[in-house]
Nanobody
Framework: QVQLVESGGGLVQAGGSLRLSCAAS????????MGWFRQAPGKEREFVAA????????NYADSVKGRFTISRDNAKNTVYLQMNSLKPEDTAVYYC????????????????WGQGTQVTVSS
């Protein structure tokens, strides 16, 4: 069992930055691939970024490439999402999720989810 708690969301102006954190419980955190997803009002949950269990592999949605960076610290059981050059269309609830095995963009393949943190980007 893995419990995930996101933090770091908030209100920021367009062009600004935020760093989201996701703290995980459990001693097997390093065996899980981790992903960030987001869901805007009236829209489906969408993939943002994912990182492999070692941190050596990453994948990003085209919409955030070059602006967002995912990373993890297995010693701290934490995964991060650094978000730069934020745009109003980045406004959403951001969720972190965990799955065993390789990193993947499909949210249906993830086993554990956090409660989400709101990110609002004003124009």
């Amino acid at each position: 069992q893995v419990q995930l708690v996101e933090s770091g969301g908030g209100l920021v102006q367009a062009g600004g930055s935020l760093r989201l954190s996701c703290a995980a419980s459990g001693r097997t955190f390093s065996s899980y691939a981790m992903g960030w997803f987001r869901q805007a009002p009236g829209k489906e949950r969408e993939f943002v970024a994912a990182v492999s269990w070692s941190g050596g592999g990453t994948n990003y949605a085209d919409s955030v490439k070059g602006r967002f960076t995912i990373s993890r610290d297995n010693a701290k059981n934490t995964v991060y999402l650094q978000m730069n050059s934020l745009k109003p269309e980045d406004t959403a609830v951001y969720y972190c999720a965990a799955k065993r095995g390789r990193l993947i963009a499909d949210p249906m393949q993830y086993d554990y989810w956090g409660q989400g943190t709101q990110v609002t980007v004003s124009s």
